[in-house]
């Protein structure tokens, strides 16, 4: 297999990795966000809950770790056509930043329940200093962070998406990249939440066309002149 084909491959399973497991963490970790419920957020705080919290973060970061994959080799392929440059290095550029956010927002929200745990209990009797807030509080800075990953990593999400949709012609067929702009156009309302569950179907339909045509070809590298 060539490595184009090794490449096509790698991206449409990155980002089929990022959109499942990035469902799995939510239904895993359970983040308090939305309309606050003193139930959630106590269970999610919990010290019985703190072991799927962590499962949750390391399976989101894997799941951003497959958007990388994805980014790059787009970016090549784009990169690789004449004139295409500077929109595969755009395209890139959003992404990768789509990225950050998310990672980042994933870290501060397990993080909230991390803290939780290492800041004692009033009831523990130890006599040691305790770090706790109240429910409310703690509602306040999940739903906060929850607005990382919503906000600075759906609207940049949005933006790579847009631009790939722009720049990927000959690189991708016709009718993804309209489907690609639409869900582009969607994830710039990530912030309300129901926008963000386009994202999803869109991983798995281009994911699947990847793996499956395995025929995005870059153009092979001029050859360098003898030293």
Known sequence: MSTSRKGSALA????????????VAFAVGSPAGGNYSETDVANYVSIGHLPMV??????????????ICFLAFLRGAISAQPGRELAGTIFWGAGLAAASSLAVGWGLVTGIAVAAAEGGSANSGNGGTVATITHAETYVLSDTTMNVLYGSGG??????????????AGVLPGWLRWLTLIV???????????????????????????????RFSLPAAAPQPAA
């Open 155 to 168: 609207i940049l999400l949005g933006f790579a998406l847009i631009a790939l949709a722009k720049a990927s």
């Open 54 to 67: 962590i499962v949750s973060g390391y399976l989101a970061l894997l799941g951003v770790f497959g958007l």
């Open 184 to 214: 582009g156009i969607l994830a710039l309302a990530s912030p309300a939440f129901l926008p963000a569950f386009a994202i999803p179907v869109w991983g798995i339909v281009i994911g699947v066309r990847l793996i499956a045509a395995g």
């Open 12 to 23: 449409g399973g990155g980002v089929i990795a990022f959109v499942t497991l990035t469902v």
